[in-house]
């Protein structure tokens, strides 16, 4: 029993150092969602940028968290979330619109303007729920089993990414980008 215990344990130890050596030294550079058009990803950090200047100006954070907000406060609430979902929607119109120089680039970047509409979507249907007075949490479409959101990370700002996170969804519906 004892023999057959290390062995077992012999061989998971060798898979997983062939696990590492192949990530390190023969995994393919390129992420799943990588652009090999490098071009896209200087035009459209700009863009992002300006966006999360856009959504920080709508802050206001002077009342802090209110745990028990009144009609007033979620219709206000509401309209920061709104003008918020407006600036970001009009940010993707505009870096989806980037040309790129190949066919496999622009089949990635609708799969991104997809995934990212459905954040969008999941926003303006928490929206109607403040406009309503009903105070429930924001909730993501789930997609291939997670928050539609992580698709999203993952061309934007995810390991072996496209490295511009200015791009990604919010942490937060309004304009507050630092949660």
Known sequence: MKVAVRSLLAVLCVLCAAMWAYYLF?????????????T???????????????RLALADLAEGYIESPTPEQMTERADIVERAT????????????????????????AIFEENYR??????????????????????ETVVAGGPVSNVVLDFTAGVKGNEVPE?????????????
């Open 86 to 109: 407006d600036i970001l929607e009009e940010m993707l119109d505009e870096i989806v619109a980037l040309p790129v120089d190949n066919d496999r680039d622009r089949q990635l970047i």
């Open 167 to 179: 791009c990604s969804p919010p942490g937060e519906l309004g304009g507050d980008i630092r949660t």
């Open 118 to 139: 459905i954040v969008l979507d999941d926003r303006r249907r928490y929206l109607g729920e403040l406009r309503n007075g009903n105070l429930v949490p924001y909730t």
């Open 40 to 54: 896209w990803r200087e035009r459209a950090q700009p863009i992002c940028v300006a966006a999360q200047a856009d």
């Open 26 to 38: 023969l995994a393919p550079e390129q992420g799943i969602y990588q652009l090999q058009d490098t």
